[in-house]
């Protein structure tokens, strides 16, 4: 079990441009999440995954963002023309089954010039 | 929908001494329970669950919760900290064979010497 994945852990951008972030699962969890954490709050439902279909998209989940899992192993979330508002820690979380905890990877903290 | 209150942003303590963290969620349907613990630049670790069965539940570093079905809460304790416990700490739940953690702001914990 060698936990869950991101990179990169820190990301500086200017406004305007697109970013890309990877989370590598624990390998036998099928379940994957995405969480945005902003300073002085806890993390917020972004998406969630099953293999590879997107099943739940969160309302945060704006047109400049889009979440993948091609192959059902490691997911990428894109965001598009970045904002000031997109700062924020990106976590990563997957689990087994629904009852299982999720494990959380380190996060990408995102910065926005 | 769920929601979670965690009722102190901040709780100062002196080593040594025991603390009470304090969780309240609102649910229309059963709900798991977790509490998370974030260090500094890292991501979430789960301290305990509650998925059913006994309501008082033990966990990691001498941590342990009580689910209080009636009062819709579930208070994280620990009879004796440790400065190395100063950190942030997340009450969460999701609905049953839900695919989401819902969070609370978090509670800092800050351990006197």
């Known amino acids: 079990d060698t936990g869950v994945s991101q990179d990169p852990r820190h990301k500086i951008t200017k406004r305007g441009q697109n970013v890309t972030f990877r989370c590598d699962p624990i390998?036998?969890?099928?379940?994957l999440y995405w969480y945005r954490q902003t300073l002085g709050q806890g993390p917020e439902f972004l998406t969630y995954f099953q293999n590879e279909a997107q099943l739940e998209k969160s309302r945060l989940l704006s047109d400049r963002f889009s979440a993948e899992r091609p192959k059902g192993s490691f997911s990428t979330l894109e965001i598009q023309r970045t904002e000031q508002g997109d700062s924020a820690m990106y976590l990563c979380?997957?689990?087994?089954?629904?009852?299982?905890?999720?494990?959380f990877g380190d996060g990408t903290r995102l910065s926005i010039l | 929908a769920q929601s979670v209150t965690q009722l102190d942003s901040q709780v100062p303590v002196f080593e040594e001494a025991p603390v009470e963290l304090r969780c309240n969620y609102s649910?229309?349907?059963?709900?798991?329970l977790f509490w998370y613990v974030q260090y500094p630049n890292q991501g979430l670790q789960l301290l305990l669950k509650?998925?059913?069965?006994?309501?008082l539940v033990k966990g990691i570093n001498g941590f342990e919760a009580e689910f209080n079905k009636s009062q819709t809460s579930f208070h994280l304790r620990k009879p004796s900290v440790h400065i190395s416990d100063t950190a942030e700490y997340f009450c969460?739940?999701?609905?049953?064979?839900?695919?989401?953690?819902?969070f609370g702001a978090g509670t800092i914990l800050r351990v006197k010497s």
């Open positions: 509650y998925l059913s069965g006994s309501t």
């Open positions: 979380a997957s689990s087994l089954t629904v009852e299982e905890p999720q494990h």
């Open positions: 969460a739940v999701s609905a049953f064979y839900g695919n989401k953690l819902v």
């Open positions: 649910s229309s349907v059963s709900v798991y």
């Open positions: 390998s036998e969890h099928n379940r």
